[in-house]
């Protein structure tokens, strides 16, 4: 199973409540903070709700 490199690269400031609930779920804290997470369906779908804050690479395990 892969695995997804998730980055911050932009700023929180500006999102809504519900942007920012989905980075703290995934367990971003400030730019340029990076978490690992396995690929689900879950995953893929917070990270499509806030795809223009975060920065996406695959990993293969």
Known sequence: MSTLLITQR??????DKRQIDTLRSLGLRRIGHTV???DTAQVRGMVHKVRHLVEVTEEDS
Do not use: L, Q
């Open 10 to 15: 932009r700023s929180r400031n500006g999102a």
């Open 36 to 38: 690992e997470h396995p």
